[in-house]
């Protein structure tokens, strides 16, 4: 399996994401640890120091979490085709109206 690449922007705190690879987040464990998402976005941290892209501070069912962008996509804002917000994998846009914020 090859890395996915980074997110072309990243999103901004209060942005919804969610995982870009829904099979290869339930073979690791990360949907029965931090959910399937869609998941708010909390911060970012910048890893270049480490020579990684990017990571996410995510609000999951663990409490606030940091996730490597390139497992990530940014939801669809109403009306935006999933195709440019990333490949959209198992979720309804609808399910983001009954997340509390």
Excluded: C, K
Excluded at 54 to 75: E, F, K, Y
Excluded at 78 to 90: D, I, K, M
């Amino acid at each position: 399996m090859t890395i996915p690449a980074p997110m072309p922007q990243l999103p901004r705190p209060g942005q919804f994401v969610y995982w870009r690879n829904n099979r290869h987040a339930h073979a690791l464990g990360w949907v029965d640890a931090y959910g399937p998402g869609p998941f708010i976005v909390v911060d970012t941290v910048d890893n270049s120091h480490l020579d990684v892209p990017a990571s996410l501070i995510l609000r999951t069912q663990l409490g606030d979490r940091p996730v490597n962008q390139v497992w990530l996509a940014v939801t669809p804002e109403p009306g935006e085709s999933a195709e440019l917000a990333g490949n959209w994998e198992g979720y309804n846009p609808d399910l983001l109206l009954t997340l509390d914020a």
